[in-house]
C-alpha cells in the first residue's frame, strides 16, 4: 500500500513538473506587443489588403457583404524598417447594415524570433472608428509555443497614411 502511495506522489510530483515546464512562464500568462502594417486598398499591387467580395459600395471596406482578404505584415516597431517578426494572415467580412463594424477571423503566423514557427488564431468584430480607438478580440487558440492559449488582443490604430495603417497590438495570453 505504501509502495502505490509513493507511486502516485511520484507520478503527481512528475506531472506537475511537466506542466510548469510547458507553460512559458510561472504563471501561464503572457503580454506581447507587436505591430500590424497594412498596404490599404487602393494602394497599388503590393497592397496587403483586397476585396475579395465587394457587395455594397464603401469607403471604409466594410460594406454589409463586403468580404476583405489580408496579409499584412508583423513588426517589432511602428517604424516601417523595424523588424518582421511574421503576418497577419485572416479575411473580414462586413457584418453591420450601420457600416461600422465587421468580423475578423485571422491567424498571427510568427516566422521570427523566438515564436518562429507558432501562431495565435483570433477572431472578433473590427470597428470603423478614429485614429487611437482600442477594440478587443478574442484568441481562440494557437500552434507551436502558443498551444492551448486562450486570452484576448487589444488593437490601436497608432498611424495612418494614404496607403498604410498601422495598428498597435497588444496580446494577453493564457495557457490551459
Not at 49 to 56: F, I, W
Not at 77 to 93: A, K, L
Request: proline share 3%.
Amino acid at each position: 500500500m505504501a509502495s502505490s502511495s509513493l507511486f502516485f506522489f511520484f507520478f503527481f510530483v512528475l506531472f506537475a513538473a511537466a506542466a510548469a515546464a510547458a507553460s512559458p512562464n510561472p504563471n501561464g500568462y503572457m503580454h506581447l506587443r507587436f505591430y500590424n502594417h497594412e498596404r490599404i486598398l487602393g494602394s497599388g499591387p503590393d497592397a496587403t489588403v483586397v476585396y475579395a467580395v465587394e457587395r455594397t459600395s464603401s469607403t471604409s471596406g466594410a460594406g454589409f457583404g463586403n468580404v476583405i482578404v489580408y496579409d499584412n505584415l508583423l513588426r517589432v516597431g511602428v517604424e516601417t524598417d523595424s523588424p518582421i517578426i511574421g503576418r497577419n494572415q485572416g479575411m473580414g467580412v462586413g457584418s453591420s447594415l450601420a457600416e461600422n463594424s465587421g468580423l475578423t477571423n485571422f491567424q498571427l503566423v510568427f516566422t521570427a524570433g523566438q515564436y518562429n514557427g507558432s501562431s495565435l488564431s483570433l477572431q472578433g468584430l473590427f470597428p470603423v472608428a478614429p485614429l487611437g480607438t482600442v477594440f478587443e478580440r478574442t484568441i481562440t487558440g494557437g500552434t507551436g509555443k502558443f498551444r492551448l492559449a486562450r486570452g484576448y488582443l487589444l488593437t490601436t490604430e497608432v498611424r495612418a497614411t494614404n496607403t498604410t495603417l498601422t495598428g498597435q497590438l497588444d496580446a494577453y495570453i493564457t495557457f490551459r
